[in-house]
């Protein structure tokens, strides 16, 4: 009866530091995701700073379009009956 007593003692205390050992690594992991999160808001933040400046400007629509990697965008008047397709110039 002894060893029973101490065998559930024992699977007691394992259960024990299993549980804190995951709050811990629960922990970190919240803390990375935190961490990983405010970096890529600030970089969205970085983005959306950098294509303000590049955006139509005014109401009227003039102004420049920019491409993801930074060239102007040149738009050519469709043939008939088909949609317009962007183009841009290096």
């Known amino acids: 009866m ?11 205390e394992r259960m ?11 922990t970190q992991w919240e803390n990375q995701h935190e961490k990983a999160f405010g970096e890529l ?12 400046g590049k955006s139509v400007e005014g109401q009227d629509g003039s102004g420049d379009i920019y491409t993801l990697s930074g060239y102007p965008m040149a738009w050519i008047p ?13």
Do not use: C, H, W
């Not at 002894?2 to 559930?8: G, P, V």
């Not at 024990?16 to 629960?26: K, Y």
């Not at 808001?41 to 303000?52: A, I, T």
């Open 2 to 12: 002894a060893s029973k007593m101490n065998e559930i003692k024992s699977m007691s």
């Open 16 to 26: 024990t530091i299993e549980i804190a050992n995951l709050s811990v690594r629960q």
């Open 41 to 52: 808001k600030e970089s969205l933040d970085v983005g959306r700073r950098f294509y303000r």
């Open 78 to 90: 469709p043939p008939a009956g088909r949609p317009t397709m962007p183009l841009y110039s290096p």
